[in-house]
């Protein structure tokens, strides 16, 4: 059995190109998969429901998207790899 692979929303971000803003703005309109509460101030959205969410959009990046998903959060990240990750988010992001 393959364990469940739960997404924070730095990751999130990275994996699908949108921003914080984005992301709650097509959530408020049901748009977008809703994260799981994991306690109390944090939430967590799972790899699998944004793998679906990718492949569901029509647009033609959904597979260049969908692989990176898969190459970035197939294993579990250390801290060291996902601020790794964010960095070079940051960096693009300027």
């Known amino acids: 059995m393959i364990e469940e692979r739960f997404m ?12 914080r803003a984005t992301i709650y703005r097509l959530m408020s309109v049901g748009k977008f998969v809703r994260p799981y509460r994991t306690g109390k101030n944090s939430v967590r ?7 679906q969410w990718i492949n569901d959009r029509p647009q033609s990046r959904g597979g260049w998207l969908l692989s990176r998903i898969i190459k970035l959060f ?7 790899h996902r601020n790794e990750h964010i960095s070079k988010y ?5």
């Open 90 to 94: 940051d960096q693009t992001a300027t």
């Open 8 to 19: 924070r929303r730095s990751e999130v971000e990275l994996a699908t190109g949108l921003s």
């Open 45 to 51: 959205w799972r790899l699998s429901d944004i793998q």
């Open 74 to 80: 197939s294993q579990p990240l250390t801290k060291e």
